[in-house]
T-cell receptor, first 108, second 112 residues
Framework: KNEVEQSPQNLTAQEGEFITINCSYSVGISALHWLQQHPGGGIVSLFMLSSGKKKHGRLIATINIQEKHSSLHITASHPRDSAVYICAAGVGNNDMRFGAGTRLTVKP | DVKVTQSSRYLVKRTGEKVFLECVQDMDHENMFWYRQDPGLGLRLIYFSYDVKMKEKGDIPEGYSVSREKKERFSLILESASTNQTSMYLC???????????FGEGSRLTVL
């Protein structure tokens, strides 16, 4: 069993829909990261959180430390949100355990 | 704008060739990482370095070596490329102060 599990693997939505991507982890973490990867490869860090909730524009990330679970929400989704979203558990300063990613497609 | 730059976006090499992938960061970060990314497997750590001339093996170091002669530069070396090393290679850097990772654009390597 992977240490970081994401669901769903693939997600297709219509423009404007509210989207949720889930991440469960089994390791002790220093922080939980949400990353975005667009076609072509580059990865951008969206959030790094160790408790509670963070918001940036239409994106919201939450974490429940007791349940070892995090969610990434996208409100009013747009085709430009189409990307692979990766959850990663930071273990100490140098170690990161990655989920397999969720491929999101938002149709106009 | 902070930046991690990888030397080549796309490479095609033949089996047995030596391959160099270079990564440069301009953030004065102590930590640098090389990952490979394959469909369905996510990112896997090959090597990381927490200081100049220091290196640590990651989860899949076999067939790879690294070099960090300067703080800003971290090179990944495939001594004798094989077809199973066809993959996307991603470099990243971070500082222990925050742990936030900054990634390069990736280098897609095809070994024929």
């Amino acid at each position: 069993k992977n240490e970081v599990e994401q669901s769903p693997q693939n997600l297709t939505a219509q423009e404007g829909e509210f989207i949720t991507i889930n991440c469960s982890y089994s390791v002790g973490i220093s922080a939980l990261h949400w990353l975005q990867q667009h076609p072509g490869g580059g990865i951008v860090s969206l959030f790094m959180l160790s408790s509670g909730k963070k918001k940036h524009g239409r994106l919201i990330a939450t974490i429940n430390i007791q349940e070892k679970h995090s969610s990434l929400h996208i409100t009013a989704s747009h085709p430009r949100d189409s990307a692979v979203y990766i959850c990663a558990a930071g273990v100490g300063n140098n170690d990161m355990r990655f989920g397999a990613g969720t491929r999101l497609t938002v149709k106009p | 704008d902070v930046k991690v730059t990888q030397s080549s976006r796309y490479l095609v090499k033949r089996t047995g060739e030596k391959v160099f992938l270079e990564c440069v960061q301009d953030m004065d970060h102590e930590n640098m990482f090389w990952y490979r990314q394959d469909p369905g497997l996510g990112l896997r750590l090959i090597y990381f370095s927490y200081d100049v001339k220091m290196k640590e093996k990651g989860d899949i170091p076999e067939g790879y070596s690294v070099s960090r002669e300067k703080k800003e530069r971290f090179s990944l070396i495939l001594e004798s490329a094989s077809t199973n090393q066809t993959s996307m290679y991603l470099c990243a850097s971070s500082t222990p102060l925050t742990g936030e990772l900054f990634f390069g654009e990736g280098s897609r390597l095809t070994v024929l």
